[in-house]
């Protein structure tokens, strides 16, 4: 029988209504045997990896909703007319969760082709090897993360050699029997594999990614290619969740350092690191913003953006302000930092400016994240590797338009990660490690964990999570 592997997703448009959802998906696709057998295929396949995590039940958007839904805390409600996000949102999520299944269908998707290109990067010419393995890795790694984050028990709640992580499928799946059913990973055997994976992708990946310039112009106003920074960022994540501090201090400050020696610096404002345009086509690399280590590009040709479709307002083309600012969040802010003025007034309630426009480019890692990572990781050490805890704290802290501190505490510079990286997707991981309650749910509490979708249970025979 003729398999045939999906290649590269041309064009995904989403149309918001009061409503319903429109999603569009014509596929290309060329036969297994054809698909892995030139170095220009094998790129293509990995091109349709970067467009599947850029997919609006991925980094397009949904899995920084659900973090932010479940660390609410009554800083944020949900009030739109869906029932799935409103279920994540209550903590009273059911297995046949739809927007729950899909994240997790959609990630394991993107592993699939991840696990295409590597099981051919013999194929790809050699000049040309080392990076599109990195890439491949990366892709891998930031999926496998997204979803032990969201289908496990936290790092933090301890047990992580019996507590359940996720399936690790490491080789392409190309048709369903009895191997396809691989059960769930230890949380340990789930982290360490993630950290094998952005290890040597970081080892492997250029400073510099231009990637391959692809014929068509949706695809490049929207991919933005992993970089060796992007990789040591999402490291110093891990680590964080780890709660090793001189690991995620060290990998923080190598993503600083190969950012900033290749164009990168925060942006002059806090408002202009975010609503960026992307560039016009052709541009010799699609990194969009200076502040931006790792982002995902929307235009109206292509690419999803579920942030805007969930947190802005119709009179900018989104719903009807699904999401909303509650009080408690915005007492927060001291009255002069400038970050209050990202805030607005609309449909009735207020929102986040960050998502307003929705043919813009989604942030995922920005530098003022590393410099937040290494200033608390320092400070747990008692180190100054990079740069002191204070000097680093400052550097968000000035550009809010704020007095600079003489001296910081631990507990400063949580509240700065919280204000600085509030509704960008952290809220719910940063619960976890920190070990806090949310809505009064304590950190480790069933609540807070996704459960395995219910079709997986059935077809693969996987452990549900506890409480489902």
Partial sequence: MKRNIIILSILSLSVASCDKKIELFPYQSVAEEIALTSDANVKKVLNGAYDGISDGDLYGGNILLFSELLAANDEIRWEGTFNQPDEIWQK?????????????LDAYDAI????????????????????????????????????????????????????????????????IDESSKVPRSTVEQTFTQILADFNEAESLLPAINPGPVPANIATQSRFVYATKAAAAAMLSRVYLQMENYPAARDAADR????????????????????????????????????????????????GANNM???????????????????????????PSDARLAMFYTGAGDVRSGKWQQQYRVLPIIRLAEMYLTRAEANFRAGT???????????????????????????????LERKLELAHEGHAIADVKRLKLSVDGFAYNANELVFPIPQREVDAAGLIQNPGY
Wanted: glycine content about 6%; charged content about 15%.
């Fill in 92 to 104: 009273a999520m059911i297995t046949t969760n739809s927007f729950v299944r899909d994240t997790w």
């Fill in 112 to 175: 699939n082709r991840a696990n295409n290109v590597l099981s051919a990067i013999n194929i790809v010419a050699t000049a040309d090897q080392n990076r599109v393995k990195g890439e491949a890795l990366f892709i891998r790694a930031c999926m496998y993360f997204e979803l032990v984050k969201l289908y496990a028990k936290p790092y933090s709640a301890g047990s992580v050699t019996t507590n359940l992580g996720v399936p690790l499928i490491l080789t392409p799946t190309r048709g």
């Fill in 255 to 302: 993503a600083i350092s190969s950012a900033t020696a290749n164009g990168r610096s925060l942006a002059s404002s806090y408002a202009g690191a975010f609503n960026t345009l992307a560039p016009a086509f052709p541009v010799p690399t699609p990194s969009i913003s200076t502040e931006y280590i790792y982002s995902m590009t929307v235009s109206s040709l292509d």
């Fill in 308 to 334: 805007h479709l969930y947190w802005s307002i119709p009179a900018y083309g989104g719903r009807d302000g699904d999401v909303s600012i509650q009080p408690s969040h915005l007492a927060l802010y001291d």
């Fill in 384 to 414: 100054a590797i990079g740069a002191t805890p204070l000097d680093d704290y400052n550097r968000t802290h000035q550009r809010a338009g704020l007095t600079a501190a003489v001296a910081v505490t631990l507990a400063d510079i949580l």
